[in-house]
């Protein structure tokens, strides 16, 4: 498991990160199952290690369960083999590393071939924001073999360079579902969103407390230019009540404005960049065959965003560098990844498909913990359908009621 590590309270931080209107702080560590290793000072004897045995395979279930950092993640001289992506079977495929934002999870075979001794794993950055601060220092692990010298020296393990983008790329290139799939080939509604951050304009009387963004702004983040507004009801108890007042059901399926996504975003800093703010919600029939269009922007910078969706999986169709162009963008629509989180690429896009057919409220967010307190997600409400299979259940007896 991947993380990271900061020497105080991750709750407050995130408060007084949103209070400041400026970027949080890099984290102090990252970790590999809550150890730092070696490359700390405060945990050079406290390293995990896995011990294995020469000429046997092992599973590693992958977790990145990291708040702000996306992390590459490799074993020194082993290969790694792609079984499972987010709980779903994939076609093997090995590779030298993977990269996984947080919330992923990869499921990898690794053969202990090697010469008996003691090899790292290691966990690294991959930043792909223009300027953005963060921590370079890997967190290291131990792969050691049953027989090794126990105070040997590790072999290290090679990542790819910070902001490799082609590494990402070539591992997502490789994921295919393990058997051909029923996409849906026809599809009712076509949804494009643009993902992105904004710097909102001062707005406080103490702005040098509060509005710590570039330009002496407050940092934000949006899709379609909306930047998403918590509620303070739960937005399911208030559709499933009728409540008023929560959220509108007026978030557009396309963007306000088209333009030059990725290089001629016309609210460039140090022009105009700010954003609407709402609680709107997409509203969608049972059974409704969706495909949705994620596409980077460049309005602060160009960014791998981890775009999760609650409630279902979704057959990533395509991705691919620049604006999405429909007239030349190639669809895998027979054996797509079916995944629950996907990294829309650095000045890209990626394309997903689904079938509404989990009736509630699910929200859509970047899994980067400090772009959703920005405002970087949306709703989607999924009507009933027909039956008791089809409809959201009341809801539990001893739902809290403050």
Known sequence: MAGEYWNQDVVQLERTTVASGGNPPVADAYTINGHPGPNYNCSKNDVYKIDVVAGKTYLLRLINAGLNSENFFAIANHKLTIVEADAEYTKPFTTDRVMLGPGQTINVLVTANQPIGKYSMAVGPYSSAKGAPFQKILAIAHFQYIGAVTNSVSLPA????????????????????????????????????????N??????????????????????????????????????????????????????????????????????????????????????????????????TGTVTTENHPIHLHGFSFYVVGYGTGNYNPQIANFNLVDPPYMNTIGVPAGGWAAIRFVADNPGVWFMHCHLDIHQSWGLGMAFIVKNGEGVLETLPHPPADLPRC
């Open 158 to 197: 090679q990542l790819p360079s910070f902001s490799d983008n082609l590494a990402v790329k070539t591992v997502m290139d490789g994921l295919k579902s393990l058997n051909t799939v029923n996409v849906s080939k026809e599809i009712d509604t076509n949804l494009f969103i643009t993902i992105g951050l």
């Open 199 to 296: 710097v909102q304009k001062c707005q406080s009387k103490t702005p040098q407390q509060n509005c710590q963004g570039l330009n002496n702004g407050v940092m934000a983040a949006s899709m379609n230019n909306i930047s998403f507004i918590k509620p303070q009801l739960s937005l399911l108890e208030a559709y499933y009540k009728k409540l008023n007042g929560s959220f509108t059901e007026d978030f557009p399926g396309v963007p306000l404005k088209f333009y030059d996504f990725v290089n001629g975003a016309p609210n460039n800093i140090p022009n105009d960049t700010q954003a609407l703010n709402g609680t709107r919600v997409k509203v969608l029939e049972y059974g409704t065959r969706v495909q949705l269009i994620l596409q980077d």
